[in-house]
């Protein structure tokens, strides 16, 4: 899409591998507009996406 970015570029600009691409979900645009932040609800492919990537980094999550 015009005026979009790819993986690729960004991790050459930054001189790093891409860990993960996250989907696009227009939930969280509406989210957004009324203030929650993103993943609050923890439902939806961008909070499966995270949850992935997360465990894939053995982050150790905060209740």
Do not use: I, Q
Not at 4 to 12: E, L, Q, S, T
Not at 27 to 37: F, I, K, S, V
Request: proline content about 8%.
């Amino acid at each position: 899409a015009a005026g979009r970015v790819g993986p690729g570029a960004v991790g050459r600009a930054l001189g790093l591998p891409v860990a993960a691409t996250l989907p696009d979900e227009r939930a969280l645009a509406r989210a957004a507009d009324e203030g929650d932040p993103p993943g609050r609800s923890g439902r939806g492919r961008w909070a499966r996406a995270v949850r992935r990537l997360l465990d894939a980094l053995e982050v150790e999550r905060v209740a």
